[in-house]
């Protein structure tokens, strides 16, 4: 299975946070883990990381995002000379996200996708902890 080289990942995502400096805004950032589609809605000025599985799932099962991310913010943090307190100097907030539920083992990416429609189109820097449910074509953040 092909992989993408972590550094260069980590990298791309300090470069867009860099380009970004002054907004307060969600970066979307889908991911696939070979066999499932989550997504990870990350707000760097706030250092906050939202995980939203259709299946519930916790964002500790991908260790190696998670990480990857954490670091990815650090960096970004040293780089844009950001000042946290010693309380707070370690602790990137991760929050998972009570969403939609996919009712089968296929739905996954139509989710994400829709996931991302709603976060777009409403323009959110933060995602409510529970993402109300009406039907599998109209949920709103």
Known sequence: MWKLDPENVKNYIVDMFLGNIESDKLFLAPYNSGAHWVLFAINAVSEVIYYLDPVHG??????????????A????RAQRGAKVSKQKSNNITWISIKCPR??????CGYYVLRFMKEIVEKNKTIIPETVRYFSLYDFHI
């Open 102 to 107: 996919q009712t089968n083992n296929i739905d």
């Open 58 to 71: 916790n964002y500790s099962n991908h260790p190696e995002i998670k990480t990857m991310l954490d670091t």
């Open 73 to 76: 913010l650090k960096v970004y």
